[in-house]
């Protein structure tokens, strides 16, 4: 099979001069010990101890309970500091290099590990873990208080906590930067505009571990696909979104890999062609 994708990336990179674009989701980091949504073991299957995702991952939850989504996410803060980038990340780094600025990372992910890894052209259309904003949204998004310490989910904010986690500007509530159930995609905060133009000039993208259970990823997907480019899906599941939309497809390649195994075989294809 990597023989035929050789012959595909011989022709994009050799004929063609647009993006040559990875789309991540949360496959990729699982390696890196950090739970999928989707999976039967995902965070959004199995909930918090009392609500449902689409109840819990809301701004009107939120408002309502400041701190038990704060306790929440500083839990997500403790897995994500524990985490280290996998050889799919550093794969993805070294392939940055090898196709400097036709070379576009769009990512689902909010743990930064493609940054740890070293990547620069990063676009986290979900936000990111590593920063907040004020939930009134009166200053722009800043990088965690580095005062307020990971935590054990079933620990409790200290006074000194949510002292912190309040905006310096306005008095009230920090946010996570990330987007929830309820909220709408935005230029501003999750590169809206910029994915659909990455899109518009994409010659080839790989989407990597993600399930198309989200509307921007699918948007970027279905533009590729309209303007008949080719995508290679880079996934070991074989029924998700993504196989349902992209079936019978004549620029369709599937990879059923995990992304450690696969993007570094694919760095190597790259590298031997632009020899």
Same mark, same amino acid.
């Given at each position: ?196 133009? /990455? ?5 080839? $993208?790989?989407? %990597?571990?993600? =399930?198309? @259970?989200? &509307? +921007? *990823? ?26 349902? /939309? ?5 620029? $369709?390649?599937? %990879?059923?890999? =995990?992304? @450690?195994? &696969? +993007? *570094? ?11």
């Amino acid at each position: 099979m990597m023989k035929e994708l050789k012959e595909i990336l011989n022709t994009v990179l050799r004929e063609k001069t647009g993006y040559i674009t990875f789309l991540t989701g949360a496959g990729i980091s699982a390696e890196s010990g950090l739970p999928t949504y989707r999976s039967i073991d995902g965070i959004w299957i199995k909930g918090t101890r009392y609500h449902r995702p689409e109840e819990f991952g809301t701004y009107r939850y939120f408002s309502q309970n400041q701190e038990e989504v704060w306790q929440y996410n500083l839990f997500w803060k403790k897995m994500i500091e524990e985490a280290k980038p996998n050889p799919g990340h550093l794969a993805l780094t070294e392939i940055e290099k090898l196709l400097g600025s036709r070379f576009r990372l769009i990512t689902q992910n909010v743990d930064g590990l493609h940054q740890e890894a070293g990547t620069k052209e990063v676009y986290e259309i979900h936000g990111s873990k590593h920063q907040v904003r004020c939930s009134k949204e009166c200053s722009e998004p800043l990088e965690f208080p580095e005062n307020v310490p990971a935590k054990e989910y079933t620990e409790d904010l200290m006074p000194e906590d949510i002292d912190h986690l309040k905006c310096r500007k306005c008095g009230n509530w920090l946010r996570p930067n990330t987007l929830w159930f309820d909220e709408s995609y935005n230029e501003k905060n999750y590169y809206f505009n910029t994915s659909y133009g /990455i899109a518009d000039h994409t010659d080839i $993208l790989f989407v %990597i571990g993600t =399930s198309g @259970s989200t &509307a +921007l *990823p699918v948007g970027i997907v279905e533009t590729v696909k309209i303007r008949a480019q080719w995508i290679v899906l880079i996934n070991p599941e074989s029924d998700t979104y993504f196989d349902a /939309i992209l079936k019978g497809s004549k620029t $369709l390649y599937s %990879i059923r890999e =995990s992304s @450690s195994v &696969a +993007l *570094p075989q694919l760095g190597n294809i790259i590298e031997e062609i632009l020899k």
